[in-house]
């Protein structure tokens, strides 16, 4: 620990050695698309039209860096919606908005939206209260497949949401912040 001090005011720098600490799975599924993504806002109305309620979001197969990620991003949405402050009408699209890093509701599916050319994306049951054989209903309705993933960094698209620098888990947690700052 290093102390400085400016003028009254104590500053205490501690350098913390960040430990694995594993989370709880955040309550999403990767998936294969039947076929390469050809029409992103046909699938995304296909997806509203027949997935089980409001609480479900299809996002982009390369967008969640890992599962505290997830959460962080699911704890600021439901920050939003108690506190009436979400900038998207519904859930999914606010949840996309925070993973994106924007206040731009464009700008976050163009982001963390399916786009043209995509194989994969992502189920998220932003309820938490859904079991796997939701996630395959679910996933069987739209003709995906179930794939084993897990959200981690090789998989992580960086770049793609808008995120500078390296990439990282606290670079992907700290842009979510970013969305109410601007």
Known sequence: MM??????VRIEVVNVVRSNVSAPTFPCRRVSLSVPCEDPRSLAMKWIENRSADHWALISGDSLASEIHGWVALEVLLRNQSRNTM???SMDGE????LSGTHHIATSFKRAGLR?????AWMVDLSTAEDDE???Q????????LLDDRPH?????S????IEGQKSEDGAIGHIHLADLR
């Open 3 to 8: 102390n400085l001090y400016r003028g009254n």
């Open 87 to 89: 900038k998207s009408n």
């Open 95 to 98: 949840f996309i908005r925070l």
């Open 116 to 120: 043209e050319g995509d194989k994969t």
């Open 134 to 136: 939701m996630f395959l």
């Open 138 to 145: 679910q996933a069987q309705i739209m003709g995906f497949k």
């Open 153 to 157: 960094l090789e998989i992580f698209d």
């Open 159 to 162: 770049e793609r949401l808008g």
